[in-house]
């Protein structure tokens, strides 16, 4: 099989794993409603607590070599925890006291054209110019979809703290997806971003940082553990290592989407023409994004160069 041959094969794999593995994160903002009583940073704590444990025995029950994290991997393991997992999700909760859901979604929505920049340049490759006018597209209909909105200068930092966490999620991943595969990635990360959490919550809730949950809070934790964790970390990674951080980015425009899909679903909203004209603008510019086929062999997807599961 030629290198062109195998390219598209990975192209194929990932380009389902990347779509579902970013809708199924948009519809953390609903299914959230249903633990919106539950200490916030004690729940996150939890979720990424049974998600390692999930992670951990999936990686035991599949063998292969278990070779132990090199100093510097533990490191960029530490970092991908506490920026793309911690910060993240710290700087959501602030941002949400200072400025609209709509405009973090917004700013997170961002995501695409940032990636599609700074991945290749991160690699020594030029940005492709119509993948980053293809994630403008994605960009611009996902901040359609998520309303704009407004607040204060510091709810936008706060999403801008949030957006830089997103970014650290994908990037600090790249180099270690070759070498510990998404399972491990994706199992250490939870780990380690676990406690973390759970002393954010405690300075800031105090003893009250965990409790019983209710029936409904247990569904949605448990949701949230499994679906949102587990299954998108291992389609997410998977497809990183395939498509590259340009390309899979683009998906993250199926974020705002997702929330609004999943908002309709649950009975709680009905979308309205701006989300469906928000809509069609991420699914054009995912599909004009797609059409780039040419991957320089320098720079070929992770999974292909070097061999990764």
Sequence with gaps: MNLHSSLAGAG???????????????TLTAVSATI?????????????TVAALILLAVARFRGGPARR????????LAALA???????????????????????GTVIGTVPVVLAIVGPLLEGRRPAPSLVASAC??????????????????GLLLSLGALAGEMCFSLLAVPLLPTLGPVRVSAYSAA???????????VTEGTSVLRAPTGAEFAGLAYLSVVVTVVAF???????????????????????????????????????????????????GVVLGLRRRVVPCDAAPIGIARGSA
């Excluded at 919106?36 to 990424?48: D, E, K, L, T």
């Excluded at 506490?82 to 973090?104: E, H, K, W, Y």
């Excluded at 340009?246 to 979308?271: E, H, K, N, Q, Y």
């Design 12 to 26: 194929r794999r990932g380009t389902p794993a990347a779509g579902t593995a970013m809708f199924l994160v948009g």
């Design 36 to 48: 919106s009583h539950y200490p916030v940073f004690g729940g996150q704590a939890v979720r990424y």
């Design 69 to 76: 994290p090199t100093a510097r991997e533990w490191a960029l």
């Design 82 to 104: 506490g920026t793309g997992l911690v910060a993240f999700n710290v700087c959501i909760v602030a941002a949400t006291r200072d400025t609209s859901p709509a405009t973090i």
């Design 137 to 154: 597209v994605v960009a611009v209909g996902a901040g359609l979809a998520s309303g704009f909105g407004g607040g204060s200068v510091r």
């Design 192 to 202: 380690l971003a676990a406690p973390m959490l759970l002393a954010v919550g405690l």
């Design 234 to 284: 291992l389609l997410w990674y998977g497809a990183l290592g395939r498509l590259g951080a340009d390309r899979a980015g683009l998906f993250a425009g199926m974020i705002p989407v997702s929330a609004v899909v999943t908002t309709v679903v649950l009975g709680l909203g009905r979308p309205g023409p701006a989300d469906l004209a928000g809509a069609a603008l991420v699914g054009a």
